[in-house]
């Protein structure tokens, strides 16, 4: 029903049934929760771009309280912010801003509070993988306005990486390291041009103590030293 070819008429009907999902998503019932988010996953997939401000004021910052939910439905509330960020963000640079911006830093912390909290880790739910697949989505669709954030922002992924490198590196750590590596890899790009040679040199130093700790390389580290190499 959603990818109906009517798809102006379903518009109005998905805006008009919205707040009724939205407080859906914090029904008793885990099941009804569970549907609701898997709904609304479609309705950001398909209906995103006919969002008016006042609407993104409301769905935005329910969905980011939603990812300390169960992981389950915490997973399809990611990928609605990342069909939110593909469809409203803006890769390109020379605009200052874009729908999300207003949202940016709100988003980015609490997917990477939620990322690290011990249930994010499940077989079956990985809570941890979609919210950096999130946040490595909010970093390449960011607009000009963030880029002192994510300098900001490499420099906190620079410290978890060195905070991993003083610990055993188990499966859990180095998937912790090639997931930070990767995001750094992305905010590289999005700096190529203006970012430091003090910075560069801080990211290139603080992959070589991953590599020592692991006894080899890792595919995100060497993309991010890529990354590095176009640097100015």
Request: with cysteine; charged share 20%; aromatic share 8%.
């Amino acid at each position: 029903m959603l990818e109906t070819v009517h798809h102006n008429k379903m518009s109005v009907v998905v805006e008009n049934a919205l707040e009724g999902l939205i407080k859906l998503l914090f029904h008793e019932n885990a099941l009804i929760k569970k549907s609701t988010s898997w709904f609304i996953l479609q309705v950001t997939e398909n209906f995103t771009k006919s969002f008016d401000k006042d609407t993104l004021k409301t769905l935005i910052p329910t969905l980011v309280n939603c990812l300390n939910q169960e992981n389950s439905i915490a997973i399809n509330i990611c990928y609605s912010l990342v069909n939110l960020i593909k469809n409203l963000g803006d890769p390109n640079t020379i605009k200052n801003s874009n729908a999300i911006s207003p949202y940016f830093e709100d988003i980015f912390k609490e997917l990477l509070n939620v990322a690290f909290k011990e249930h994010s880790y499940n077989t079956e739910y990985n809570l941890f993988t979609a919210c950096f697949v999130t946040v490595n989505t909010l970093i390449e669709q960011s607009s000009h306005d963030k880029q002192d954030k994510l300098e900001e922002i490499i420099i906190y992924f620079l410290g978890l990486l060195e905070n991993t490198t003083k610990v055993g590196a188990d499966n859990k750590v180095r998937d912790q390291q090639s997931s930070i590596a990767l995001s750094i890899h992305y905010a590289i790009n999005k700096l190529i041009k203006v970012m430091s040679q003090d910075l560069a040199s801080k990211i290139y130093l603080t992959l070589v103590e991953t590599f020592k700790q692991r006894q080899g390389v890792f595919e995100e580290a060497i993309l991010c030293i890529s990354s590095l190499a176009l640097s100015k």
